[in-house]
């Protein structure tokens, strides 16, 4: 899964309220119809090198647009820092993404080379840095391809915007939020990959905005959610999205494209999304005998079912999910049928089947031969029906409902359907999206306790520490105040990285700590007074990663020290801020293990050896980061006059790792291919 | 040894003498009287035999077989008066393997050896790794009905029934593969034609044959069959199986352990065959949207193994060339997400333009179809009043990504409607394009279909597709629509590689819709199917075969204690179902996991079973012999414990000691 997420603890931002939309001057406006027009002028020569029929725009226009917002600026505008950042960093990548195809594809014409090559030099960085597995023989790969310093000659078209030369840092600030809402709302249009800022509603009546990509799945919003609630985690919570006009609502599956439903609602819908605890969503699996063994309501069994243990609960389970085919809860009994477009209800006999809803015609028996097919699942989804007894005359209040996810207004397509009772209707939804889902549901579910189980951990430590989840946070506050040129995009793009990473092991593994989460709860309490006395205040990047290695291998309580420490000193340094969330990544990991007999295995590597150990790893953050490091804090004052040519560099920099990365290999052997082809032809 | 004799000839030792007859139990065979002692070992006498019979042979399988005591003697240490053996004893020497035929779940015929000697589930043991099936507990054998076997001599003498008898597997070891077959089954053609027998899908089965077999017609004939199931753990001879007699070989026990296409391909098709039997001769009930489904499985599988496409597409990679791959590489990383990523700007997605008509069904409206200018560009439609408007705005577009796409065709009539459903947020909106002939339409209805999975035309199965319609339609031309066959199927090749729709649906659905009803819906379900490869398909359908309701459940005829009347006791993987027989409901379930013991009073041929929390329940078995109610349960329970002991290692004892019953020990 590619994702961005986990970017607690980002060091780069922007001062907050700094933004002034205003404020865009020509020369940023310039640079970005220079950048733009290279696009063009890339995917042009793309398109005549390759196809036939050039096609110089994106044939399509993206509708990206933004759900709970009035329109995309505010919802930009609302976005979190590190999103906005990392919003950027992924269009960015969409960027250096074509450069890359065009470089590929045009490695016999030299002239395109330079402009490609200069647009990507930042990018070797960002993937310098990250030089994780996989993304290692790309790496080395452009390496040959591209001179890496080309950059003065086409640098013009960056540089640009940094000719406001002598401004005030706040006023940098400001503007570099401004070029990234702008190059946001620019690229958002040609942008490959779909983003949505997504307005979220929390329990106590705030919101949330959040950025979602289409790779995005509700499980990973719900990660991210998690990380910026510091709720409990727990397998309860879920997206839900309630449609106010047709009165459903339903929770997302955890395997759901959350851009793909989204996209469904109207522009001027009323929909919300929400983010909750529901108990319905895993009840089967905590609970498996309620929907398997309830033989229609015998009192008998219910009282056995009470009862049933965990062994039991879960061989029921085995029996029902992990065989060849998922069994479907026996389920059948009446129910009424809202019928077409009146408020009438018939009652009609119902069975469900791993194949569909069934019913009994009239006179018929229910033998399979006499079913007739209500609805099949493989285009509806399922909704409760809110307060359907007021608005249609449902008999009773535990109302159903399937439609097509596409339809968002009131049509006879819409199936209605009343249980008697709550429990039939838990039942029976249940049962459906059993029949619908078939084992994904377990395997989310198996996420979501996995993921729970270790939140549960985390936080338990948080709480006994009386720790409060701010270290991460602060720290990226702080941070962005300093940081503005390219060392914080460095960092970020690091970052997102690393969050890539760890998706990976997360899903290889069982379930990791977010580098996040691990953050805030365990690492701040101890650590606060350690790092304060041990640490060097004005630490020299490089020195500090020493440091770090020397404390994380001692006992973990010293670990833990090293990472939090990070948030800390950016409080009291200006410039470093932007390296240490990197390393705070890397160094909170290592120490949890000692705490956690769990999360070690996986990691058990690093928190040793922290410094060594992470050469040794493929961990990439250590090398970047000192180069950059070391400049910057060196030259601090010089910063203001040097950040301004950085913002465009940055925006390359993030790009191939945070975006890119995945595609790109298929991209390429999609350029090799066709190449072959065409040499074939030829 | 024995037979110490005086000088006048009286025996001095207690010898006496004892009659062997050589051969297979046969009142006329040759026989040969050998003079021993009570204390003369097994082993000793069985030498004295070959001795006397002064022939040639390989005497190594044969052994003794003690006809009254329905016995072998097979150890060789002990001695006549430890057996119990007296001169009176009927005592046949004979091979211990005797070839015998087995109808496989495909209904086929294959002579094989079988051991006579060995407890049955050993011999399952010993026959299923000669056929290459993993798992052999799961399967056993049963009697040929006889009835059948009178039907079979009118109908086709002239079966061709393979023969594996003169395969040997070397014991101990697992069977090496060979030219992607076990090697015992590449030695010659013959075997290696069996083995291909055993591992592909079988042609669908003559329509007209279909209707002829017989059908249960109510869950009391469902419990016939499972009167027939032989003891496991007694050997055939035991059982009264001659050599020469027919067996069923059938997977028994409802619980598919491992299944894993890679290794397992004579026991997926066999598991296959056996279920598509079990729905083609109605043994088992399913829905007409299931059965649609069924049959298009059935129809995909079929068109694949008589490709030739046998062998697991894995390689499918190698098949495309490295742009189809890299673009269906492309795809599924992109599943799902708008069909205008990246693709558009490399590759030209073809679009259709064309003048159909086109007719939207309204309230109040009487229109019919009128000419529009239609464009079809990625999955979106669009059409204009006519070409000339086409720059400017459409009247309508229709994005068709999740839209349902229904044929309505008359290939006779020349109608070649494509009926749209397509989601909208007001609804679903319903429109009918109207092509001109079959190649437009196999276009356009190729094209829908790939829209509606969020596809476009660019997608390498779009040619595929048109050809699939286009075949599709000349089928109907020569056979559901111009043949006028309405009623009567047509022989299994009639069309040769197309669709006999009426070869693929129980009878029941062939006397309830024609075939020209049919085809479209299967074509349509067929849809669904059509990418995935043969192995995939058979676990497919497989897998939709488990999930219907009714499926694992073995029928027998019980009396319940305290109960007047016959009723049904279904035997499942997970549980024992008692069924009223006249009406077919559910009374009553209980699980295996509540069981605390069950006990089978061999006298009274009552089977009495403890639930948790003092539950019994005793019954007496009508229709099968207790003993087979009894291995069910202990054969389940076995299985049951499979999961923790991975591997294929079998334990036997704990089988038999679950399964066996008081004879056994």
């Known amino acids: ?682 | 040894m024995a037979g110490m004799k005086t000088a006048t000839g009286d025996y001095i030792d207690s010898s006496w003498e004892l009659r062997v007859f050589i051969g297979e139990e046969d009142p006329e065979a040759e026989s040969l009287t050998l003079r021993v002692t009570g204390e003369s070992h097994i082993g000793g006498v069985l030498l004295k035999i070959v001795e006397e019979i002064k022939r040639k042979q390989d005497w190594s399988d044969h052994a003794i077989w003690w006809e009254q005591k329905r016995q072998w003697l097979l150890q060789t240490h002990w001695t006549l008066d430890k057996y119990g053996i007296l001169a009176d004893a009927r005592l046949f020497f004979g091979p211990q393997h005797r070839p015998v035929i087995l109808r496989l779940p495909n209904r086929r015929a294959l002579r094989l050896r079988a051991s006579f000697s060995q407890p049955l589930f050993q011999a399952m043991v010993a026959i299923c790794r000669l056929l290459s099936i993993r798992h052999p507990e799961e399967l056993s054998l049963l009697r040929a009905p006889e009835k059948e076997k009178k039907k079979k001599k009118e109908k086709e003498p002239e079966e061709e029934v393979y023969d594996l008898t003169k395969v040997v597997l070397v014991g101990g070891v697992a069977p090496a593969s060979f030219r992607g077959m076990p090697a015992h089954f590449s030695d010659s053609a013959q075997t290696e034609a069996c083995y291909h027998m055993l591992s592909r899908p079988q042609p669908p089965p003559d329509p007209l044959l279909l209707q002829r077999l017989p059908r249960p017609s109510s869950l009391l004939d469902k419990t016939q069959l499972h009167s027939r199931w032989l003891d496991s753990s007694r050997c055939l001879m035991q059982q009264g199986i001659k050599a020469g007699d027919t067996l069923w070989l059938r997977f028994k026990y409802y619980s598919f352990f491992d299944l894993d296409p890679k290794t397992d391909p004579v026991r997926l098709t066999q598991l296959y065959e056996q279920a598509r039997w079990d729905l083609l001769l109605e043994e088992i009930d399913c829905t007409e949207e299931e059965m649609m489904v069924f049959a298009a499985l059935q129809y995909h599988i079929n068109k694949l193994s008589q490709s030739g496409e046998v062998d697991e597409p894995a390689g499918t990679d190698s098949g495309l060339d490295d742009l189809d791959a890299a673009l269906s590489n492309l795809e599924v990383k992109l599943e799902g997400s708008a069909p205008t990523d990246m693709l558009d700007s490399l590759t030209t997605i073809p679009e259709l333009k064309d003048h159909l008509r086109i007719f939207r069904p309204r309230k109040l409206t009487l229109k019919g179809y009128r000419q529009h200018w239609v464009v079809f560009k990625e999955t979106t439609l669009s059409y204009y009043k006519s070409q000339e408007e086409a720059p400017g705005d459409p009247i309508q577009q229709l994005n068709l990504k999740g839209c349902e796409v229904v044929p309505d065709v008359n290939v006779s009539g020349q109608k070649f409607c494509i009926k749209l459903l397509v989601p909208s947020p007001e609804g679903m909106s319903e429109i009918y394009l109207r092509c001109q002939d079959e190649q437009q339409y196999a276009r356009w209805m190729a094209g829908c279909r790939l829209a509606s999975k969020g596809r476009t035309m660019a997608d390498s199965s779009y040619s595929s597709e048109v050809q699939a319609i286009l075949a599709f339609l000349s089928l109907q031309r020569t056979g559901g629509g111009g043949g006028g066959s309405g009623n009567h199927p047509q022989g299994p090749d009639a069309s040769a590689e197309g669709l006999n729709p009426y070869g693929l649906v129980a009878p029941r659905f062939q006397r309830k819709f024609k075939a020209k009803q049919l085809t479209p819906r299967i074509l349509e379900a067929h849809q669904n199917v059509a990418q995935l490869s043969l192995s995939e398909a058979q676990l497919r359908f497989i897998q939709a075969w488990q999930s219907l309701p009714d499926f694992g459940i073995s029928y027998v005829v019980v009396r319940f204690k305290g109960s007047r009347k016959d009723e049904i006791l279904g035997i499942a993987n997970n549980r024992l179902i008692r069924i009223d027989l006249s009406v077919g409901d559910v009374v009553k379930t209980w699980r295996f996991s509540n069981m605390r013991q069950w006990n089978v009073n061999w006298d009274i041929r009552q089977v009495a079973i403890e639930f948790d929390e003092h539950i019994n329940v005793a019954f007496s078995c009508v229709s099968a012999s207790c003993r087979i109610v009894h291995e069910y349960i202990g054969g389940y329970i076995f299985l049951s414990t499979r999961e923790r002991a991975r591997g294929e290692e079998l334990d036997e004892d704990l089988f038999l000691q679950l399964t066996g019953g008081h004879e056994a020990f």
């Open chain 1, 1 to 682: 899964m590619h994702q961005r997420g986990k970017n607690d603890g980002k060091a780069c931002g922007i001062l907050n309220g700094l933004f002034k939309m205003g404020e865009s001057n020509e020369d940023i406006e310039q640079m970005f119809s220079n950048l733009l027009g290279e696009m063009d002028l890339l995917t042009q020569s793309l398109g005549v090198d390759i196809l036939p029929p050039p096609d110089p725009k994106p044939p399509r226009v993206e509708f990206n647009y933004s759900v709970g917002f009035k329109d995309l600026n505010e919802s930009l505008n609302a976005l979190e820092d590190q999103d906005l950042d990392a919003l950027m960093a992924d269009l960015v990548a969409d960027i250096s993404e074509a450069e890359q195809r065009t470089i590929q594809a045009q490695k016999e014409t030299p002239q395109k080379q330079p402009q490609s090559a200069s647009l990507c030099v930042p990018s070797f960085s960002g993937t310098a840095s990250l030089g994780y597995g996989a993304n290692v023989a790309a790496t080395s790969q452009y390496d040959d391809d591209l001179p890496p310093p080309p950059a003065d000659p086409v640098l013009d078209l960056p540089l640009p915007p940094p000719p406001p030369g002598p401004i005030s840092q706040e006023e940098e600030e400001a503007q570099a939020k401004a070029d990234k809402i702008k190059l946001a709302l620019e690229k958002l249009k040609e942008a490959k990959v779909k983003k949505l800022v997504v307005k979220i509603h929390m329990n106590d009546n705030s919101s949330k905005s959040l950025m979602v990509d289409e790779r995005q799945l509700a499980r990973d919003v719900l990660d991210n959610l998690f990380e910026k609630t510091h709720c409990d985690c727990n397998v309860d919570w879920c997206l839900y999205e309630i449609y106010p006009e047709l009165q459903i609502e339903r929770f997302f599956e955890d395997h759901e494209n959350v851009v793909e439903i989204l996209s469904d609602w109207t522009r001027d819908t009323e929909n919300k999304l929400l983010f909750l605890e529901k108990k319905e969503k895993y009840a089967v699996f905590k609970n498996p005998q309620n929907f398997y063994l309830d033989n229609k309501g015998k009192k008998e069994n219910k009282e056995t079912n009470e009862k049933m243990n965990a062994k039991n609960k879960e061989s029921l389970l085995e029996e029902s999910f992990c065989g060849t085919s998922v069994i479907v809860p026996e389920l059948e009994g009446a129910l009424y049928l809202k019928e077409d477009g009146k408020k009438s209800w018939k009652r009609r006999y119902f069975l469900l089947r791993a194949s569909g809803i069934y019913y009994v015609p009239k006179g018929k028996t229910k033998t399979s031969r006499d079913l007739a097919c209500f609805i099949q699942f493989e285009n509806v989804n399922i909704y409760y029906g809110i307060q359907c007894k007021m608005k249609y005359k449902a008999p009773t209040d535990y109302c159903f409902v399937l439609k097509h996810p596409q339809i968002q207004k009131e049509s006879q397509y819409i199936k209605y359907l009343c249980c008697d009772d709550a429990r039939a209707l838990s039942q029976w939804v249940t049962g459906i999206r059993i029949a619908k889902y078939g084992k994904t549901l377990y395997d989310n579910y198996q996420r979501a306790t996995a993921k729970a189980g270790l939140a549960s951990r985390w936080t338990n430590l948080g709480t006994v520490n009386a720790v409060p989840p701010a270290p991460p946070s602060t720290g990226v506050k702080t941070d962005p105040t300093q940081a503005n040129g390219q060392l914080p995009q460095a960092t970020q793009s690091m970052n997102t990285a690393l969050g890539e990473d760890w998706r990976h092991l997360e899903t290889t593994k069982d379930k990791k700590p977010d580098p996040g989460l691990g953050s805030h709860d365990p690492g701040a309490p101890r650590a606060q007074p350690l790092p304060k006395s041990s640490l060097p205040p004005p630490p020299p990047p490089v020195r500090r990663s020493s440091d770090v290695g020397g404390g994380s291998p001692g006992t973990p309580p010293k670990a833990k020290g090293a990472a939090a420490r990070f948030p800390a000193p950016p409080d009291d340094l200006l410039p470093p801020p932007p390296p240490p969330p990197p390393p705070v990544e890397d160094d909170e990991l290592p120490p949890p293990p000692p705490d956690f007999n769990d999360t070690p295995p996986d990691f058990v590597p690093p928190p040793p050896p922290s410094f060594a150990g992470d050469l040794g790893f493929p961990l990439p953050p250590p090398p970047p980061p000192p180069p950059a490091l070391a400049p910057e804090s060196v030259r601090t004052p010089p910063m203001t006059v040097k950040r301004p040519p950085p913002p465009p560099k940055r925006q390359e920099n993030p790009g191939p790792p945070g975006g890119g990365g995945g595609e790109q290999d298929f991209m390429s052997d999609l350029m090799k291919a066709l190449q072959k082809k065409r040499g074939n032809m030829s």
